[in-house]
């Protein structure tokens, strides 16, 4: 963290490099990681809001609670110079992009399929839609302001109002 | 887009060399854009799928024609080497980026603005949820298949499908 508050690129942060900021030898390090691709993954997890715990007392509860989580890490990815910087790079170096996708992007789905999925079997949600695209359906919205449209709004109560929209549908109550 | 086949990078494209290769002086471009950022985009529209004519016959026809459109742009990207890492490209050019989203991105979200609106005035959608909101909505689902999901599907009838689920919602038919 500290080498990327000074804005070291990412290309420039070695295994040598952290070690000796840190004051430790290169095998401690690698004790822990198998390499800078993984150490960085988690230095990022741990700069981010933590993965919400879900209420389990209904499908719309557990997805208020996802997109929640979607939404808090929206801002806090806004308010931090850092976290907004090293996502940017992120994208240009394909093995660390793949890391944080297998460790915190796909958990993160899985996570929302098994909520979706329960909420059919429990007859909460329409069965005739494929899960795969539900998640997109649900996920969409929240997605497109916090990672496509850096200037749109996240306001509070944000979460809430998308997944009763989607539940409800957007015609006019009959 | 011949410079462009050949791997010209973004940054290295000069009006100067983009006259030389279609062999006119440089006055000749400039009588035509105001510059690099200009031209290019228009180059990048043309090869782009054209935007949709809406049919104007119901707010769930006009959505599913602006989906659809998504959907072709989506797939025309993932099709061509070019529009793929000229788009990648793009996002690491602040100026580009700015006149694309200026003459492409905006007025598209003005026209599904629209659409919304036409739609709430005829009664065919709820009036309890702010338009900008509906739009993210509408879009999210496709945007992240094609921006955020370069490997997940854009089937034939994902446009209808889509408008068809958000329309309904997600709860069960009662």
Redesign the interface.
Known sequence: MKLLEDGVPLAELSIERIARTAGVGKATIYRRWSGKEELFVDVLRAAEPVDPELPGTSLRDDLVALLESLRRRGLARRASVILHNVHAQM?SSPKIWAAYRDTVVLPRRRLGLEVLRRGREN?????D?DL???H??????????T???PD?GLPDG?AE??VD?????????P
Chains 1, 2 share one sequence.
């Open positions: 994208k007859g909460e949600l329409r069965a839609v795969e695209l539900l997109d359906i649900v996920v969409g919205p929240l997605l497109v302001r990672l496509l449209r749109a944000l109002q998308v929209t989607l539940l409800q549908g957007l015609r006019p109550a």
